[in-house]
């Protein structure tokens, strides 16, 4: 696609339910990337992925966030058993290579009731 | 590993008059530097980047960085702001140790005042 596509925009959920956040990338690019933007912070690196395979995990805040990617493509965040602190705005990247910067989604504004 | 500080949070510059967000970095290698803007309701862009070469780096719409690696800095400039450059600036840096991971420093907001 044009960009990089979140869905879904936002998302209200009652804690202890489980969230799903997805992120389509622009076609072709090979690394992916979510951070987490709260209010008033900047941006927490939380998993990046070349092609489907994760080497760094280790911005993940627990065991509640899993993240995976299939086909090259469209990665799916995971958050299991969902807490107030987890409200914040979710975001995914991609980018061609590591000489390029970002192209950034427009995130999913995630709220924990 | 590495961090970015900006050590202002909070930016109010009068219009026409020049601006320099400060940002510096932590890191003992080779480094890739970036400064990202987020206007507001909109996603994060990417303004310019250092990746090697010349030390100072220009964006489209009128700002610069120098790279100074002494002082492990990436400073923002602009001579002369205009409203459309309120935002928020986010400073970035990755190095060798592992250049596909991106860390971000807290932001500063620029108000360009009237």
């Known amino acids: 696609g044009a960009g990089v596509s979140q869905s879904p925009s936002n998302k209200v959920t009652e804690k202890g339910k489980d969230v799903e956040l997805r992120c389509d990338p622009i076609s072709g690019h090979t690394a992916l990337y979510w951070y987490r933007q709260s209010l008033g912070q900047g941006l927490e690196f939380l998993i990046y992925?070349?092609?489907?395979?994760?080497?760094?995990k280790s911005g993940l805040p627990s065991d509640r966030f899993s993240a995976e990617r299939t086909g090259g493509s469209v990665s799916t965040l995971t958050i299991q058993r969902t807490q107030q602190e987890d409200s914040a705005v979710y975001l995914c990247a991609s980018r061609l290579g590591t000489y390029y910067g970002y192209t950034f989604g427009s995130g999913t504004r995630l709220t924990v009731v | 590993a590495q961090s970015v500080t900006q050590l202002d949070s909070q930016v109010p510059v009068f219009e026409e008059a020049p601006v320099e967000l400060r940002c510096n970095y932590s890191?003992?290698?080779?480094?890739?530097l970036f400064w990202y803007v987020q206007y507001p309701n909109q996603g994060l862009q990417l303004l310019l980047k250092?990746?090697?070469?010349?030390?100072l780096v220009e964006s489209i719409n009128g700002f610069e960085a120098e790279f100074n690696k002494s002082q492990t800095s990436f400073h923002l400039r602009k001579p002369s702001v205009h409203i459309s450059d309120t935002a928020e600036y986010f400073c970035a840096v990755s190095d060798e140790t592992s250049y596909d991971k991106v860390i971000f420093g807290p932001g500063t907001s620029l108000s360009v005042i009237p």
């Open positions: 250092y990746l090697s070469g010349s030390t």
């Open positions: 890191s003992s290698v080779s480094v890739y």
């Open positions: 992925f070349q092609g489907n395979s994760a080497p760094d």
